[in-house]
């Protein structure tokens, strides 16, 4: 399966951004869907995620309340509304899909899948 993030850009503390995740080779529908971000001298850490029948979604803590995860199944795009960015949440930006089911999707390690990343800067 292939990965296309994409959504990315600058913009203001405060403002949104939708990224986006379209998957092709097998339909994301199959899939639980993750996200991560790697900012500059820091590792990947986790963002967000939802199941496969997008019936749970999962958030660091960072981020709960503010990013909201979704999925298009009809269009094999899943997608995370981002708002009230702050300039910690300036990273490139993962999304990622496993392999299996029942594994901890908010771990790195149970990652299969990952698009190429999709830069998000904020100004203050």
């Known amino acids: 399966v292939q990965l296309q993030a994409s959504g990315g850009g600058l913009v203001q503390a405060g403002g949104s951004l939708r990224l986006s995740c379209t998957a092709s080779?097998?339909?994301?529908?199959?899939?639980?869907m993750g996200w991560f971000r790697q900012a500059p001298k820091k590792g990947r850490e986790f963002v967000a995620a939802?199941?496969?029948?997008?019936?749970?979604?999962y958030y660091a803590e960072a981020v709960a309340g503010r990013f909201t995860i979704s999925r298009a199944n009809a269009k094999n795009t899943v997608h995370l509304q981002m708002n009230s960015l702050e300039s910690e949440d300036a990273a490139v930006y993962y999304c990622?899909?496993?392999?299996?089911?029942?594994?901890?999707?908010?771990?790195?390690?149970?990652?299969?899948?990952w698009g190429q990343g999709t830069q998000v800067t904020v100004s203050s």
């Open positions: 080779g097998r339909t994301s529908k199959d899939y639980a």
């Open positions: 990622a899909a496993p392999e299996v089911y029942g594994i901890d999707l908010t771990q790195e390690s149970s990652y299969t899948h």
């Open positions: 939802t199941t496969w029948s997008g019936r749970k979604s």
